[in-house]
């Protein structure tokens, strides 16, 4: 059997941090597992974030107003696309598993990763009109978002301080990754590690490794798919009245974005991990 590849994209400063032990962990397990992992390391790459007429090679198709998605499209369909971004896009292509390891920044991604979203998942390379989340180019690959906060689990409650945590994903998990055809499995989510004890610190790891185990028979996460919508133009892609409908007795909203006005279905974008009321948050 063809040896399996796993592309991680990683971005910390760091090779002290938690983020770094955990990097370790995915990629001694992942091998061990028989894989072949390749590892972005995006800040010792400096890999650019910034969305410019440098990733393209040659002439423009309109040098008097510059449209990043269009030329790139362009560039990537004539092979003249910058060749950072290509050796990135051939790992992707490569990768049947894609781990984005990262502390959150600002309820997402450091900036130097939503470069490389920008950047390396091109229209055209990574979506198009036809070609998109249920339906999408990588529907074949399986993703997901392994990361660190600041904040304790109970602040990311619905009613805690930041708010649910099904939100915040939503953008990276449905916006983008799922919009390029990934299968998302649900997020490796490792809560306020600076103010762990040690100890605990290495149970999180430990969980880590164990989860990696049976990753891959993981169920992914639940998306709505483009065959509830009217793809039309006429249609505005909404939801076909008849699913409407039919959706108008269920207690919750279909997915964290389609929620209809109604309650989020619980945990959409999360794997079920009730917070144990009994156990406090890691403070120091
Ligand atoms: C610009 C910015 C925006 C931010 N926005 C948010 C936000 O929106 N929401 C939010 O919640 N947080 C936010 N944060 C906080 C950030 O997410 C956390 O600081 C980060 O996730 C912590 O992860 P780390 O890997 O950097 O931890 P580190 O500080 O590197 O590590 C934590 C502890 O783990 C220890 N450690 C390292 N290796 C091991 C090991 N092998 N075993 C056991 N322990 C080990 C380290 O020594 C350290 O004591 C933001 C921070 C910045 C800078």
Redesign the pocket.
């Known amino acids: 059997m063809a040896q399996k590849t796993a592309l991680i994209v990683y971005a910390?400063q760091?090779s002290?941090?938690?983020?770094?032990?955990?990097l370790?962990v995915a990629v001694q397990e992942l091998t061990e597992q028989g894989y072949r992992v390749i590892v972005s390391d995006l800040y010792a790459m400096k890999f650019r974030a910034d969305t410019t007429q440098d990733d393209i090679i040659g002439d423009l198709k309109n040098p008097e107003l510059f449209q990043y998605g269009e030329e790139t499209m362009h560039a990537w369909m004539e092979g003249r696309l910058s060749d950072d971004i290509v050796a990135e896009q051939r790992k992707l292509e490569q990768a049947e598993l894609v781990i984005f390891q990262?502390?959150?920044?600002?309820?997402?991604v450091?900036g130097i990763m939503k470069g490389w979203m920008d950047r390396v998942l091109t229209q055209g390379f990574a979506f198009s009109l036809e070609k998109m989340y249920n339906n999408g180019t990588f529907k074949g690959k399986k993703a997901m978002l392994s990361?660190?906060?600041?904040?304790t689990q109970s602040?990311?409650q619905p009613d805690g301080i930041?708010g649910d945590i099904n939100i915040t994903l939503w953008p990276l998990q449905s916006g983008t990754l799922h919009f390029c055809g990934f299968q998302v499995l649900a997020p490796q989510i490792?809560w306020?590690?600076?103010h762990?004890p040690?100890l605990v610190?290495?149970a999180?790891?430990e969980g880590w490794r164990a989860r990696l185990k049976g990753l891959l028979t993981e169920k992914p996460l639940n998306f709505a798919p483009c065959e509830l919508f009217d793809l039309s133009f006429q249609g505005k892609f909404l939801l076909w009245p008849k699913v409407k409908e039919e959706q108008e007795s269920k207690p919750y909203g279909i997915t964290t974005g389609h929620h209809l006005g109604k309650p989020l279905p619980p945990d959409n974008q999360t794997k079920a991990q009730p917070r144990d009321e009994n156990k406090p948050d890691c403070t120091d």
């Open positions: 910390h760091s002290a941090s938690f983020n770094a032990a955990v370790d990262f502390p959150l920044y600002w309820f997402s450091p990361f660190t906060t600041g904040a602040m990311f930041n490792f306020s590690p600076a762990c040690p610190r290495t999180l790891l």
